[in-house]
């Protein structure tokens, strides 16, 4: 099993690894999220995703697009952190981090077979999905229904008794 942190890359250095894999017939999967505090549903969403394809790459939002996505006080964990902790996962394989308010960009980039997003989306509120579309991206809706966040996590963790 490789180490975590070498399945962290560039985004040059990951289109060059799927070029790869697309070659020997893989299909690939770009999943995406904050990841701040991972949870249940998280893990739920990725082994989701994971089911789609052969290959599963996690978009990991840097901490500019999370501050923007979510407000003051977040993220909880820096981006390196966070992308240490989703690459930790068996279900895993490369991790890239993005700065921008939604996935387009990688989509064009990297050309993923499967686009996947949690069940808070539906195929048509994905906001990536005309893109999608327009480069024959499948958008896949997986994971567990949505009654786990981190907002709720948080919410929870400030409201209980402190001994």
Do not use: W
Request: charged content about 30%.
């Amino acid at each position: 099993m490789r180490e975590a942190s070498s399945k962290i890359v560039a985004r040059d250095v990951l289109r060059e690894k799927l070029a790869e894999h697309k070659r020997r017939g893989r299909r690939i999967v770009l999943a995406n999220g904050c990841f701040d505090t991972l949870h249940v549903g998280h893990i739920r969403y990725l082994e989701g995703a994971r089911r789609e394809g052969d290959v599963l790459v996690v978009g990991v939002n840097a901490d500019s697009s999370v501050c923007n996505l979510k407000g003051p006080g977040r993220p909880i964990l820096d981006e390196n952190a966070r992308a240490q902790l989703v690459a930790a996962l068996r279900s895993v394989d490369y991790v890239v981090l993005f700065a921008e308010p939604n996935v387009e960009a990688l989509l064009k980039e990297l050309r993923p077979d499967v686009h996947a997003k949690g069940t808070d989306y539906t195929a048509d509120t994905v906001p990536e999905h005309a893109v999608a579309a327009r480069l024959g991206i499948r958008v896949a809706i997986v994971g567990d229904p949505k009654d786990h966040s981190t907002r709720a996590l948080l919410e929870s963790i400030r409201k209980a008794p402190h001994a």
